[in-house]
Structure formats: C-alpha cells, structure tokens
C-alpha cells in the first residue's frame, strides 16, 4: 500500500518524534498515527525485537517512516548509544511521547526497594534523563507528552509500585510544564482508562478487572490504543500550544462515575 493512499493528513511533515515504548500497545499505536501524518519517529524500545520487527514491516508496507531503536534507558551505557542513535538521524526533536512503563504488580508493603527503583527508572527516571539529554534539540512549538493512569491519584489493587510511580510522574510534569512554558515548548500528560494491551495481561485478576470497568464505563466499552494515539496527535498540533501542564482523561466517562 503506497504512502499517498495512507498519509492524507501530512500536518506533521518535517517534524521528528521520538516514543519511548514506541514499538508495542500505546506505544505502537502513537508511532503509526504519528507517522501516518508525516512525521519520522525514531520509536525506542527495550527489549522485544519481535514487536520491533513487525513495526518495521507495517512501515515499510506503508512507506512510512519510522526507525526502531533497541537500547535500556536504564542502563548508563547503553542510554548513551540510544542518544547517539537519535542525534545521528536527526538535528531537531519536534515531540517526545514517554510510553514506556513496567512494574511490579504487587500489595504495598510486599514490595522491596529493588521493585520501587525498577518501576521508577523505567517510569520516571528514564524520561528526566532523555529530555535533560535533547531539550537543546527541541525548538519552540515542541512537545512533551507522557502517559499516566488513575493509579496515580487513587488506590489500584496490586498497583502501588506502579501508582506511585505515575504519582511522582505526574507532579515532575507539571514542573516541566512550568519551566517549558516560556521556551514556547507545551507539556502535558495522557491519562487513558483501562486499555486492552500486555499489561493488563500482568495483573493476577485480569478478567475481573476487565469485566469490572466495562460495567463502570458509562459508554460500554475499553479505552483502545488508538483513542490514546489520537488524543497524543492532537496535543501535538499548533491548534493545541495553549494547553499546557493538563492530564487529559480518555476512559470513556468511567472517572464519572468513580
């Protein structure tokens, strides 16, 4: 399938994304529609080449331009490959979206400090570390995009490492938001419902959980990685600049009700 028959919105032609998590779920979804209009995204990934592999296929089937790039965020040496990869495929860095996120789905006080800083680096820490490293990179009118959840704000079963990660996410946005700002550079945060990807699939009471939300969810149905995708475009259009230091909720109305 040619380019010209998928990429009919071109608003983001020139423009270079980087989504950390970028190849699977949310992430993945966020690399495609960025991409379908027109900006290159370099996608970051950690460890699953096979997700990489069919994100590069469905890019090349479409033309569209999208480069993986496998490296550990966490991991000091390698986090600075990953910042040579993307300084040598591009001069300027239009958007970064933090997909990325891990964690260990467990009560509050059975976790150990080694769950807490694993959860953190890859949640938090990782992406203090990549904006620090490219926001000479960025020019006015970029963005900075990271992914939240409910479990930030209120009490998840089995989510406290996660939740509190996302917690201290959270506030360490709304200081970039606030710093930002005057550079003309907007940042915000995505705060989807429960949304069907492997993640879910990690909590020990997934169908429970699932069935639980739907019944909660005033339209009927689970947030999927493609309304997340479509509301992170959005915040990356000029239309979007006044917006800034805001989580947008996308859960179909269950925060309604809860």
């Known amino acids: 399938?040619?380019?010209?028959?998928?990429?009919?919105?071109?608003?983001?032609?020139?423009?270079?994304?980087?989504?950390?998590?970028?190849?699977?779920?949310?992430?993945?979804?966020?690399?495609?529609?960025?991409?379908?209009?027109?900006?290159?995204?370099?996608?970051?990934?950690?460890?699953?080449?096979?997700?990489?592999?069919?994100?590069?296929?469905?890019?090349?089937?479409?033309?569209?331009?999208?480069?993986?790039?496998?490296?550990?965020?966490?991991?000091?040496?390698?986090?600075?490959?990953?910042?040579?990869?993307?300084?040598?495929?591009?001069?300027?860095?239009?958007?970064?979206?933090?997909?990325?996120?891990?964690?260990?789905?467990?009560?509050?006080?059975?976790l150990t400090l080694k769950h807490l800083r694993w959860t953190f680096e890859i949640n938090v820490f990782a992406i203090h570390n990549l904006l620090q490293n490219l926001i000479e990179m960025m020019p006015k009118g970029s963005r900075v995009i990271g992914v939240t959840s409910s479990g930030g704000t209120r009490v998840i079963p089995y989510y406290a490492a996660v939740g509190s990660s996302k917690g201290a996410l959270e506030s360490l946005f709304r200081h970039y938001a606030y710093e930002l700002a005057p550079k003309g550079i907007s940042v915000n945060l995505v705060c989807p419902g429960l949304v069907l990807t492997d993640a879910v699939d990690a909590f020990p009471d997934r169908e429970a959980r699932v069935d639980k939300a739907k019944a909660a969810t005033p339209t009927g149905e689970l947030v999927v990685p493609e309304d997340v995708a479509e509301t992170v475009a959005f915040l990356c259009e000029p239309r979007s600049h006044q917006i800034i230091g805001q989580t947008l909720v996308i859960d179909g109305g269950k925060t309604l009700l809860s």
């Open 1 to 110: 399938m040619k380019s010209s028959s998928i990429n009919s919105n071109n608003l983001f032609n020139g423009k270079t994304a980087i989504i950390t998590g970028g190849t699977r779920g949310i992430g993945r979804a966020v690399s495609l529609k960025l991409a379908r209009q027109g900006a290159k995204v370099l996608a970051l990934y950690g460890r699953d080449s096979k997700s990489a592999s069919e994100l590069d296929q469905i890019a090349k089937n479409e033309e569209l331009k999208i480069v993986c790039i496998k490296g550990d965020l966490c991991n000091e040496e390698k986090f600075s490959l990953v910042i040579d990869t993307i300084k040598s495929q591009t001069s300027s860095v239009d958007f970064i979206v933090h997909c990325a996120a891990s964690g260990v789905h467990r009560d509050a006080l059975d």
